[in-house]
């Protein structure tokens, strides 16, 4: 059976225009089509005014789905809306860990969190010092030491993270991505729980400091998480 034809209905999600837009097509829409259905098996046995009386709820009901798709999206849109106002370098104020630092943006104190790179625990409240984490730290402290970075959001992310941190790439003042430096010295892996637009570039950087065996590929016990992630094994128990 052919789906009646009817104008398409594309409400984006994300300003981008990526993947992670969310289309509704009138005409393969299940609810819609539904509806559709219970209105022509009425209309067989329902003539004038009844069957005018519900075309009119119909129509009411499709009003309510699209306003609520469209508030959806505004408050989507304003999760995922990168800053505005980026220019320039950002001061350094502290490094938390090897993926995570404080900057003064504008005034304000902000968190960043790398995006697509997960270096070893060093704080977590649920799981002991990791292996290699103090190391990847120590790198990232090294190198950020009285620095200005520059950042960088990713389209295909959002804007901060569930602990309202901002996920951002973080160039150093020699244009090194620091997020990519870490992983290909063995500081740290590939986050690919989510997308973002170096998924491919990370993950190739990943694999060619494992051949290699650099940082904590040849010093710490790799557990492998389940959705193809990894994570190192307690401090204690790395490698001399």
Known sequence: MVSPKGPAICVPITPSGDSSQLFFLAENSYIIRLNISIVKAYNETVEGPSRRKLWFWWLVFIFFVLTAVWLTAQLVDRQTQPLSKQPGLYRVVRVDDGDTIVVDMNGVKETVRFIGVDTPETHHP????Q?????????????????????QADSLGTNRDRYDRLLRYVYLPDGQLLDKLLIAEGYGFAYTYFPFEKLLEFKA???????AQRGLWAKCEIINRSGGGHATGPAQLAAP
């Open 205 to 211: 950087a990943e694999l060619k400091a494992r051949l």
């Open 126 to 129: 649920k799981l002991p010092v």
């Open 131 to 151: 292996c290699y984490g103090q190391k990847a730290a120590a790198f990232t402290g090294r190198l950020l030491a009285n620095q200005s970075v520059r950042l």
